[in-house]
């Protein structure tokens, strides 16, 4: 249960090797130590992952997860609230995709499609579900500036982005006097292992940043959070920049 003070005592992490993730459950136990479930694929990132934030103070469980298995979803959820109610969830699974494979491989896009929104859509359904029953509870989605407007650079990862943002938006509306609530964070590049060896962009951050916002978020009841900041400005610009002149952007 979170505390009055915002303190959280358990801690699901879907896609629970993502730096984002990871950051975010150091930044909770540096307040205090606490149940964390690490929910990925069985890897050695993920053996890693545990190890690490056993040392750091988490009473740590390891549960199976893949977007790629449409059971998943409801055994993982299943699986994490079997020891215990979950306080906040992090949905922070996600794969960027090559850009350019994407405009002509089909069956990459769709499987894009699937690990992006389809899997997030199953896990956020079966969050709300759980949450629900035993009343309160946040559910914390990983979202994209990329969603907010879809460029044509990277239009098939922003459109899953565009979706999966929507829907997390439209359930945290849904959710409302129920105890459970939604917080979607949109950051924009990140500095992480899903984007090495590629140029930062204007107004970069790091997973440690977008933790900060996040345990901030929670804590102060947000519905929605941008990181930096700036971000909400700059893409109310670009939300709006008339569509001739926004594709010869050079982006």
Do not use: C
């Not at 500036?145 to 509306?173: H, I």
Request: hydrophobic share 45%; aromatic share 6%; proline share 4%.
């Amino acid at each position: 249960m979170i505390d009055a003070l915002g303190s959280v005592g358990s801690l699901l992490l879907v896609g629970g090797t993502s730096d984002i993730a990871v950051a975010t459950a150091r930044r909770y136990l540096d307040e205090r130590p606490l149940r964390v479930v690490v929910a990925a694929r069985d890897t050695p990132r993920r053996s890693a992952v545990a190890e690490e934030l056993r040392k750091a103070g988490g009473r740590v469980e390891v549960l199976d997860f893949d977007a790629d298995d449409p059971g998943s979803p409801a055994r993982m959820v299943a699986g994490a609230a079997a020891s215990g109610d979950i306080d906040v969830a992090v949905v922070a699974f996600g794969q960027l995709g090559d850009a350019d494979q994407l405009r002509t491989d089909a069956a990459a896009a769709a499987h894009l499609a699937q690990v992006n929104y389809v899997a997030a859509v199953s896990v956020g359904t079966e969050l709300a579900g759980r949450m629900r029953t035993q009343g309160h509870g946040v559910i914390v989605a990983l979202s994209s500036v990329a969603g907010e407007r879809v460029r044509r650079s990277n239009y098939v990862y922003g459109s899953t982005k565009a979706g999966m943002d929507g829907f997390y938006s439209g359930l945290g509306d849904s959710l409302v006097g129920t105890g459970v609530s939604v917080l979607v964070v949109r950051p924009g590049f990140v500095r992480s292992k899903m984007t090495e060896g590629m140029p930062d962009a204007p107004l970069s951050t790091t997973p440690e940043a977008v933790a900060e916002a996040i345990v901030a978020g929670v804590r102060s009841g947000r519905h929605t959070v941008w990181v930096p900041g700036a971000m909400r400005w700059v893409m109310s610009g670009l939300r709006h920049t008339p569509r001739a002149i926004f594709r010869r952007l050079p982006f």
